[in-house]
């Protein structure tokens, strides 16, 4: 009897332990297909992102623009974009355009909008596009050294962003997740999955003029001598034509 | 009141109204703004002094917490405020301009037509209309002078604290005030008695009251925003070095030479930093940058000095003279520095007699001239020319230009002191 009794038990317990373990890995099948479910291989397959940069001189505009085949919930894009030191992006002239043009831009550090390039050092800036496909981002080329070469331009190159894509409806394993403020407000951490399988579209370069330091003794000579000429002359003048 | 001046003033306020409309118009509506960046650097100060922080917060702004103060109507009432204040303070030059002009012997007809040289200038009221301060401080220099010309020293000597702690450049006015309010010196007594005889009462005077006003004000300041305060306000502007083009015959030479002692100025820091990056090359470039800014000091210091002396009877005249000397050798110049000189352009007109087409011909010169730098300027930094050397040419060419105009102001200027010998 007490036999048959420990057999129930340890049938029972197996059962449950079966089912709890059961239970879990069909809810990790749940969300695994969850998963598939919120962006699906056709999904994936259908992504495309594309970056230009456009204007000229020191003040461009970066064009970005995702495309995703039709799916059946909300889509919200985050690109990741790193920056070198040759650019910078006025957060003051960012949070002007959120007002007025809905552009979601989120900066990760203090940028310095006054410094030259080679006392400023890179940022990231997060760009968050919630319903919309397409972002102009403004930025600003710094000033560079003086090229000791005939070189007359400098070129800063922009590499292209990181997508990050998430989604209200679903919730995506820890695993397979990077992790990145939900909005551009930055009040929490969210999940994002990273697309990594896109066609690259290659880095986009701006060109900028920099001095030319082979011309730094003539420019010193030219201007300490006509400063020096009007100096003299006024002095001059003053001198005449003043009471003493 | 006279049936001129009402019509002048009321086109004065017209045309800024007109130009507030179009501002508000083209901020909303265009891509390109009319509204100065500036303007919303000071709103962005007083915000954050309206929430109970420093001003200082908001980078660059590099301006008395007085001004951040003045323009918290704009979060509290209306965001055009500021612009109004400017507008109103550009009016208030007006109205002391031709005070100023009655005082010193102008006929009612004359003088008019210098005032009309400010307010219905364009220059001026798109400035202020835009948002920037400078008519502030234009009001703030020309109260000082006229309450100089009625004797009321203490109010002369307070106005002229505030306008020294709100920006440094009128503190080049000390010399020629000093020196007008000195006693002249004597032939017959020797030098030290001389010397003590030119610190007479009214100079004690003014020197105690503006003095304690300045001091006051940044020991205050000091204390509510420490080194924030003294660093942005004046420290930033004594040792800026800012090598994007602009104005100043000194930029691209600085620009080339800036590195080496980074962004620091003087000789030290640049040895300094030469050391440190170990390199002879650093510690020769940075020596040699540094004492290169200390030169550039010199033309400014010796046409500041001789001017004062040569012109110590004609205040307005000498002020005038500073103003435009130190604005064209600076090494920084923005068209906002125009202003700092062009409020006192009226003053020295009427007693001026280069005759009309030789005034206009000079005018033309030097629209010409900043025209001449505009247009490199442009295509450099919105089309990505590289227009360096002509910038460069260009900024020598008008730093000349600036100089020729004031040499033809200079000979052909009658100061109040032959006038009076005339009369006597």
Redesign the interface.
């Known amino acids: 009897m007490s036999a048959d009794r420990t057999c129930i038990i340890f049938y029972l317990l197996s059962a449950v332990l079966y089912f709890i373990h059961n239970g879990n890995s069909q809810e990790g099948i749940f969300n695994a297909k969850h998963a598939d479910h919120c962006f699906p291989s056709e999904f994936l397959e259908s992504l495309s992102m594309s970056m230009k940069i456009t204007?000229?001189?020191?003040?461009r505009d970066l064009l970005y623009s995702v495309e995703w085949g039709k799916v059946d919930h909300d889509v919200k894009a985050l690109l990741v974009q790193k920056m070198p030191s040759g650019v910078y992006m006025d957060e003051?002239q960012l949070e002007?355009l959120k007002h007025d043009t809905g552009l979601e831009v989120l900066l990760d550090s203090?940028v310095?909008?006054?410094?030259?390039e080679?006392?400023s050092s890179g940022f990231t800036a997060l760009v968050f596009l919630s319903g919309k496909h397409e972002a102009t981002v403004p930025v600003h080329g710094r000033?560079h050294?003086?090229s000791n070469s005939s070189q007359?331009?400098v070129t800063v190159e922009i590499e292209p962003p990181r997508l990050l894509l998430r989604s209200d409806q679903c919730v995506l394993p820890h695993h397979e997740a990077t992790e990145a403020p939900c909005t551009v407000r930055n009040h929490s951490i969210c999940s994002w999955l990273e697309i990594r399988r896109l066609e690259d579209t290659g880095p986009v370069s701006l060109?900028?003029?920099?001095?030319?330091?082979s011309?730094?003794l003539c420019?010193?000579v030219?201007?300490?001598l006509?400063?020096?000429?009007?100096?003299v002359?006024?002095?001059r003048?003053?001198?005449?034509?003043?009471?003493? | 009141m006279d049936v001129r001046v009402c019509g002048m003033f009321s086109a004065a306020v017209l045309f800024r109204l007109v130009l507030l409309c179009v501002g508000v118009y083209q901020d909303q509506n265009l891509q390109l703004k009319y509204t100065d960046v500036d303007y919303h650097v000071f709103t962005d100060a007083s915000r954050f002094i309206t929430q109970g922080e420093s001003p200082y917060r908001r980078s660059t702004f590099r301006y008395t917490p007085v001004l951040a103060l003045m323009l918290t109507p704009n979060v509290l009432l209306t965001a055009h405020f500021g612009k109004l204040l400017f507008c109103g303070c550009d009016l208030l030059s007006g109205w002391l301009l031709l005070r100023l002009l009655a005082l010193r012997g102008t006929s009612r007809g004359s003088a008019l037509v210098c005032c009309g040289l400010w307010l219905l200038n364009p220059l001026p009221a798109g400035v202020s209309t835009r948002g920037n301060a400078e008519s502030v401080l234009a009001a703030l220099v020309l109260s000082t002078l006229l309450c100089l010309e009625c004797r009321r020293l203490a109010a002369a000597a307070l106005l002229f604290g505030l306008s020294v702690h709100m920006k440094i450049y009128p503190l080049t006015y000390a010399l020629p005030i000093a020196l007008s309010l000195a006693e002249a010196p004597s032939r017959e007594r020797g030098l030290v008695p001389n010397l003590v005889r030119l610190f007479n009462r009214d100079l004690l005077l003014f020197a105690a009251v503006s003095g304690s006003v300045f001091m006051a004000l940044n020991g205050t300041f000091y204390c509510i925003y420490g080194w924030d305060f003294l660093h942005e306000s004046y420290l930033y502007h004594v040792t800026r070095r800012d090598i994007r083009h602009n104005f100043s015959p000194y930029f691209y030479m600085l620009y080339l030479t800036a590195e080496g002692s980074g962004t620091g100025s003087g000789i030290w820091s640049g040895i300094w930093s030469g050391i440190w990056s170990g390199s002879w090359s650093g510690i020769w470039s940075g020596s040699w940058s540094g004492s290169l800014a200390l030169v550039l000091f010199v033309p400014q210091l010796l046409l500041v000095l001789l001017s004062s002396l040569a012109f110590r009877s004609d205040r307005p005249f000498c002020c005038f003279l500073h103003t435009a000397v130190f604005v064209s050798f600076n090494k920084v110049c923005t068209s906002q520095y125009f202003l700092w000189y062009l409020c006192l352009l009226p003053l020295v007109v009427p007693r001026l007699t280069l005759g009309r087409r030789r005034g206009l011909a000079l005018l033309l010169l030097w629209i010409v001239g900043q025209a001449l730098w505009l247009s490199p300027a442009y295509s450099l930094e919105f089309e990505g020319r590289n227009s360096f050397t002509l910038v460069w040419m260009a900024g020598l060419l008008f730093l000349l230009i600036n100089s020729f105009i004031l040499g033809q102001i200079i000979g052909h200027y009658r100061p109040i002191e032959a006038q009076r010998k005339k009369t006597d």
């Open positions: 204007k000229a001189g020191f003040h003051y002007t203090k310095d909008l006054e410094a030259p080679y006392l000033y050294r003086p007359k331009w060109e900028i003029p920099v001095g030319d330091s011309m730094t420019v010193c030219g201007t300490v006509t400063a020096a000429l009007s100096c002359f006024l002095l003048s003053i001198w005449r034509h003043g009471t003493f």
